[in-house]
């Protein structure tokens, strides 16, 4: 079925003769690349509505993403799409294709006043937005580095483009409500306990340079353990680590399992997207690598260990939250010792208040 926009007969008449972002202009933002991507597009969204608070704005995404803005309240409509490498039992490359010409003439029927691409001009992008057809085309490019070297700060820079005040505000990201009343109530049964503090440890790094071993993990956890009524959160990306287009975890998560055995965790392997952004969600605080995962935590305001392999923090830090970033000089995550983020966590702890809202 074609996208269904409620709402979108509401407008302004004189907007789209004005030609400029007053009034209530019909805005898409495209952004189809990664979940760390998607969470630092954010910050835009939530520009675009307390500065532009009639507007009627849509987002376009794929359809693994839409998890992260399901329940946006800046969004007006979402829609999205099936990658064909992602098909599901039943679908099929034409049948995907033939839907998705079909978004696309549903989208030109809403005769966009702006069409942003805050991920820049990728090709097959571009051709999507030559087909919607919108008044005006915003792609994000070398002159947005003027805003500082944040990928935040970057996507933020078309607000001045269009007209608006450039602003940054904290990325975000809502949970289901009931994924998340269901999986509270299963850890604190696992647990035998509600616990007073979850801090929350993903394993999973796509790439090779943050990715940490189990034991260390492991060790880690052990470290942590200290203070009565903490417990732990252990997620991962499942599956096999062979699996060629969706390798997993599954191995690693076993191997911290079995050397924790007394310990208070409880696994979490997040076959959904919506179940990693609600065990996020519960936690006080997490460990993990930089990716979508640490993006999503940033996204829901939780403070952050975080260790950085071969990427750039100056793009990448988790924004708008309290954290602590380890780097090697080796920019790989192995040479990051136990020890070390032991010592990151307390720098983290001394600096949140003592009784943190979940």
Partial sequence: MPPVFPGADVEDPGSRARG????????????????????????????LRAQLPGSFVVALLNRYNEPVLARHPDL?????????????????VAGLYWQRLRTVIALRRQRFDWLLLPGGAQASVLRTARLVAPRRLLIRGDEDAVAGTHEVEQVCHLLPRMGLDFATPAPMVACDPQVRETL?????GRLGF???????????????????SADRFAALIRQLHAPAGTAFVLLWAPGAESDRLHPGDDGKAAQVIERLRDAPIVPVATHRLEHLIAALALCDRIVCADGGAMHLAAALG??????????????????????????????DVADIMVEDVVQAHRRLCARLPANPVK
């Fill in 302 to 331: 939780k403070p952050i260990v975080c260790l950085f392999g071969d990427s750039d923090p100056s793009r990448w830090r988790p924004w708008g939250v309290p954290h602590e970033l380890l780097q090697p000089a080796s920019r």
């Fill in 76 to 92: 007006d409509a979402l829609v999205s799409y099936q990658k064909a490498k992602h098909r599901e039992p039943g679908e099929t």
């Fill in 20 to 47: 400029d972002a007053t009034g209530r202009p019909r805005i898409l933002v495209i952004r189809r690349d990664n979940i760390g991507d998607l969470v630092c597009t954010t910050p835009l969204l939530r520009a």
């Fill in 194 to 212: 509600v616990p007073r503090t979850l801090i929350g440890v993903h394993l999973s790094a796509r790439k090779p340079s943050q990715r940490w």
């Fill in 184 to 188: 509270e109530a299963d850890i604190a």
